[in-house]
């Protein structure tokens, strides 16, 4: 076992802090590693918080740290921010947000760019996952980054997602049909100190009963961060989908589903890599794009060749 492994596996958030950075920047430093910690993980229950932004998802994400903490748990928060252009850097800093958690032993915070990847999550939040898990975390919980309504991927990583709406700003029923319905185990109506609530809570109640297939009823919990209210009610409602997961024995389902969407980006990195990183195929690339800059061949028939080449 390496140094940097025990030191993870002993909670280090120093470790715990490069070896995030090392997969981010899928450093070839960090797999030994990552091979090392993998035994130690899936204890942790892992939440997605996802939402329209201005829902007050990284205050949520606070309150609910702050309860979990003051059960004894340790607790892990990954917020996703979308990419500086120039430095490829995190944007937003919900680490600034979350200021009064920073200095708690208990909690691990740490802001990640999605660096474009689709779906509103970077390829390195499989292992970010894993790191927090491996060191001790409790609790995982990630916030997506909120700039669309597209954000469905987080169901392919979360044991719960949340999905956060507002009253006020007519997001439910279009959110609803961009598709959130689908991937949301709770819903919660956040800023419910504000006028137009129950209007949105009923919109929600309204949906929900024209939904077809459902095994469980989605839970609608009105919270307000601002006012610390229903904070305890939305982690008893965390609390019981993670034990109707167990009992009804969809918890290894859906880790199977994260388990193979991890090998996958996995897979899709290491042939990205060996494309455009192996000599004699970025010669191949190099010509085949000059070919489809001439009209000399289309790009269906040059990605023929690449890939023929790497299963020759």
Known sequence: MTDLS???????????????????????DAIPTMKHIYAHTGRAHVIGVTGVMGSGKSSLIYELAVVYRAEGKKVGIIAIDPTSPFSGGALLGDRIRMMELSTDSGVFIRSMGTRGMMGGLTGALYDAVDILDAAGMDIILIETVGVGQDEVDIVKIADT?????????????????AGLMEIADIFV????????VEQTVAELEAMLDLATAQTRA???VATSAKQRQGI????????????????????????????EAELVEIIKKRLLAFIFDEAT????????ITQISNKQLDPYSAADEILGRILK
């Open 232 to 259: 305890s009610l939305l982690k008893q409602r965390i609390t019981e989908h993670s034990e109707f997961l167990k009992q009804s024995k969809q918890f290894e389902t859906r880790r199977r589903q994260r388990y």
């Open 281 to 288: 195929l970025r010669d191949t690339v190099d010509r085949c």
């Open 218 to 220: 989605i839970p609608i």
């Open 161 to 177: 997602t949340l999905v956060v709406l507002v009253p006020g700003l007519g997001d439910s029923v279009q959110t609803i049909k």
């Open 189 to 196: 109506v956040n800023k419910a100190d504000t006028p137009g």
């Open 6 to 28: 025990a030191r993870i596996l002993s909670g280090d958030p120093r470790a715990i802090a490069r070896l995030i950075t090392l997969v981010e920047n899928e450093s070839a």
